[in-house]
């Protein structure tokens, strides 16, 4: 199989050649997390496809949920420029990432191990997103881009513009969006895929001397009309509202040489809708709120073998949802609240110390102490729960955190190896407390909260070894996990259903232990200045001893070819992905077998240099066969889309 895969046409990719270049970051592997002028065309959805150490999980076609090795929602961590964001839909439509624009970031990155606590104590790993600012005493800038794509009749635009000079700097940027419903490998069309939203973002950075620098950001987003074909239900509209203000302080002379905090406050507003849906039994509305105010302060201090930092955060999460449903012959309306005013209250400290035992040799140890109290506020929603015989009085507190420690090893200027190990415990998340009868498509159930569940915890070990010399790349990462009080939902014989259809209701349970192994490869080849080669392959495995099942997310063997070719101001990109399918599906959790598939991508971007600025044409052809394939971590085997014709057209000064 892998000669084949070898021996196929070669992949594409419609970035330059410096954006393919792939970072090694001692403890996980990714394409380069900066952003580039050609990442703007994408959705964040399709930014996040594209990295080496990331799935999605696909409901339709926006709003795809991030997986980091088989690892979800409370097991991962998203922090948006340092701030904590959490959705507002009971059913993870709008993940935070949905929010976000890559016209907005200047990185986007995945961290594991001890490098994704710096945020959050996460068993999977963290999402980095950082806002782009203004560069100080670099004058005017601006771009635009407007692209048309075949297959949804749909259009993507956005513009920035960046004003700074010596001491102050600002930047806008905004991104529209409008697509169709898409057709799939064999022309059909998949009903309830449209989305269009709106994205507008402004940062500014003041830096009165070389000691201080402000910073603030404003973001305001909005989805509409957002179809999901594997959900019982569409949104009507996403709404998210964040800002924070930021402050350093460079103090070469004292104990530490670098002092940062920030403030922040984001709102999320999620409503649910399936009002555009045909043959429903009994309409419902579903709407959400997450409001998240937060702060932390971070002082870095360097000595001769010791690079250290301290970090104190706390936040403050408030998650409202209610659902209210209409009676189809005009009797009484039936009223629950899914999210009764549930409060989380954070406070965590971070200490990290990277202490060079030898110039080839640094042993970093990371320990992150974290105090979650979560309470049920509601009084209605409380007596909701005295239905299932649970009796809530008070809040409940979890003491969690991370320990990791690692060894990362410079054999010579070419070779470089890190091994590493680090006890996880998370708190469950609100949903796995005191979710009231949410109901999961996928396995088809009602799901209710579990105040009295215990932290989930892991132990895991990492390696990785590396080698860049030469134009040669190559790196090969290896991670095992090992769960302990796995949350996962159990059904109860002895409550029934309230979604009509639904098949029954679990109730969300420690049981047990699980495991989990990951492996990926990585090799590449700058075979000219002007050509690039590289090959990608990764896959996971994993079993949950109690279910008897594997774990869910699990990938199989994909592999990602891709040729960057410059021929003076021409790129070209080529792009081959092989997925090996989903043979062996964690069916108890409602995940679907799917067949192999084979991808074919073909980019052309051509830059003209004009008197000022850059006008810059691109073509493109995703999946240039027609192939009819069925993603591993698609919802009910909803199929993704067929041949999609981009053309766009941008200019930059």
């Not at 301290?310 to 899914?338: C, K, Q, W």
């Not at 279910?547 to 792009?575: C, E, F, W």
Request: aromatic content about 14%; glycine content about 8%.
């Amino acid at each position: 199989m892998v000669l084949l895969i070898l021996s196929s046409a070669i992949s594409t990719f419609s970035q330059d050649k410096d954006s393919l270049k792939t970072v090694y970051l001692g403890e996980v592997l990714i394409q380069s997390d900066t952003i580039t002028n050609n990442d703007y065309q994408l959705t964040i959805d399709q930014l996040m496809n594209q990295q080496t150490d990331l799935n999605v999980v696909k409901r339709g076609g926006f709003a795809w949920e991030p997986i980091i090795d088989g690892f979800s929602d409370g097991q991962i961590t998203v922090s948006v420029d340092g701030m904590r964001v959490f959705y507002a839909c009971t059913d993870k439509m709008d993940p935070a990432t949905s929010y976000l624009e890559p016209i907005n970031l200047s990185t986007f990155r995945v961290a594991k191990a001890g490098d994704a606590q710096r945020f959050g104590t996460s068993l999977g790993g963290t999402l980095q997103a950082e806002m782009k600012y203004p560069e100080l005493n670099q004058g005017t800038h601006a771009g635009i881009q407007s692209f048309y794509s075949s297959n949804t009749n749909g259009y993507d635009g956005n513009l920035f513009v960046e004003q700074s000079s010596e001491k102050f700097g600002f930047r806008y940027s905004g991104a529209l969006r409008k697509h169709g419903i898409y057709r799939d490998g064999h022309g059909q069309e998949v009903p309830y895929t449209q989305f269009q939203k709106q994205n507008h973002t402004l940062t500014t950075v003041f830096k009165p001397n070389h000691q201080h620098e402000f910073k603030g950001l404003f973001m305001f987003d909005e989805g509409r009309d957002i179809g999901y074909p594997a959900l019982p239900m569409d949104v009507s509209s996403a709404t998210a509202y964040m800002g924070n203000i930021g402050y350093k302080n460079h103090v070469s002379d004292r104990t530490f040489e670098l002092l940062q905090a920030k403030v922040y406050v984001n709102s999320v507003e999620h409503i649910m809708d399936d009002t555009k849906r045909e043959n429903v039994a009994m309409h419902m509305d579903m709407p959400g709120r997450s409001t998240t105010f937060g702060a932390w302060f971070q002082a870095d201090r360097n000595t001769e073998l010791h690079h250290q930092e301290i970090r104190v955060e706390g936040f403050s999460n408030h998650l409202f949802a209610d659902m209210r449903m209409y009676s189809p012959i005009g009797g009484p309306d039936m009223y629950l609240m899914t999210w009764g005013d549930i409060q989380r209250n954070n406070a965590s400290l971070f200490l990290l110390d990277e202490w060079e035992l030898d110039p080839r040799l640094t042993w970093t140890n990371n320990l992150r102490a974290e105090y979650n109290y979560t309470e049920l506020t509601n009084d209605f929603a409380r007596k909701q729960f005295e239905t299932l015989n649970t009796y809530i009085e008070d809040g409940k507190h979890h003491i969690t955190g991370n320990f990791s420690s690692s060894f990362l090893y410079q054999l010579n200027d070419a070779w470089s190896s890190n091994f590493g190990i680090a006890f996880t415990h998370r708190a469950p998340t609100a949903s796995e407390m005191y979710g009231y009868y949410l109901f999961n498509a996928r396995d088809r159930f009602d799901y209710v909260g579990n105040p009295d569940i215990e932290t989930e915890k892991a132990f895991e070990f990492n390696f990785n070894i590396g080698y860049e010399k030469n134009g040669w790349k190559f790196a090969f990462n290896a991670r095992k996990v090992f769960l302990d009080d796995y949350i996962v939902g159990v059904i109860q014989e002895d409550l029934n259903a309230s979604t009509p259809g639904a098949l029954g209701v679990k109730k969300y349970e420690n049981v047990g232990k699980a495991n989990t192994s990951h492996l990926s490869m990585l090799m590449g080849k700058e075979i000219s200045n002007w050509l690039y080669y590289q090959i990608n392959f990764r896959m996971d495995n994993g079993f949950i001893d109690a279910l008897h099942t594997p774990t869910p997310y699990m990938s199989p063997l994909m592999v990602d070819q891709r040729v960057a070719i410059n021929i003076k101001k021409l790129q070209v990109g080529l792009n081959y992905t092989y997925c090996d399918g989903m043979s062996t599906p964690a069916d108890v959790l409602g995940e679907q077998k799917t067949s192999a598939y084979h991808l074919f991508d073909l980019s052309l971007d051509y830059g003209i240099s004009l008197r000022k600025g850059t006008l810059n044409l691109s073509a493109k052809a995703e999946n240039i066969f027609d192939a009819y394939y069925i993603d591993p971590f698609a919802w009910n085997n909803i199929p993704n889309m067929g041949r999609n014709l981009k053309f766009g057209v941008g200019y930059t000064f």
